[in-house]
């Protein structure tokens, strides 16, 4: 999204614009896409299985579009909240698809495994999704292997420090 908006760096009126318009669409076609989805969470957890596996994949893929879109064109937030509302929809859609798997199982491995695989802390990842959702001792080790894999697939990868290098490379060039 960074380079699609490149053309417009120095023109910030337009391109903060072109950004809301752009998101202001997609929220009146996904309203679960909107803000941060802290107050959007409870609607995916209370009625996933009523909005359908296939909307709540197309709200996890929209707000990720939007989210980079938000980012690229200078909105200003952090990725954290979004990221859990991501991992939570994952994971509701997950259950949706596979009636077997335990929801509360698939929304706690996802809610903090995302987040978990961008995040230097995988224990408080552990820690926050086991007291957010309140799951019991047994599902613990599930969503900390959940979030331990994340962390060592994406950091142990060299994605991470790769991404990194990837974003100190145009700043440094720039200056």
């Known amino acids: 999204m960074t380079k699609l908006t490149a053309p417009l760096l120095k023109r910030t009126i337009v391109r903060s614009t072109i950004g809301g318009i752009a998101f ?5 076609a996904l309203p679960l896409t909107l803000f941060t989805g ?3 969470l ?5 009625d996933g299985a009523a909005l ?3 909307l709540l994949i197309a709200v996890v893929f929209a707000k990720i579009l939007v989210f980079a ?6 909105f200003i937030g952090g990725p954290f909240l979004v990221m859990l509302f991501i991992g939570g929809t994952a ?6 698809l596979i009636p077997g798997l335990p929801e509360g199982l698939a929304f706690t491995a996802m809610f903090a495994a995302l987040p978990g695989s961008l995040v230097a802390a995988p ?5 926050l999704g086991a007291l957010t959702t309140q799951i019991g001792t047994l599902q613990i080790a599930p969503g ?5 894999t994340a962390y060592l697939a994406v950091s142990g990868s060299g994605l991470l420090m790769a991404l990194a290098n990837r974003a100190r490379k145009p700043a440094a060039s720039g200056a």
């Open 123 to 127: 224990f408080s990842l552990i820690l």
């Open 69 to 74: 879109l938000c980012e690229a064109t200078g």
């Open 38 to 40: 802290t107050d959007q």
């Open 24 to 28: 202001g669409l997609v929220g009146v």
């Open 52 to 54: 359908g596996a296939g």
């Open 91 to 96: 994971g509701t859609a997950a259950h949706v």
């Open 144 to 148: 900390a292997i959940a979030v331990l």
């Open 42 to 46: 409870t609607t995916v957890i209370h």
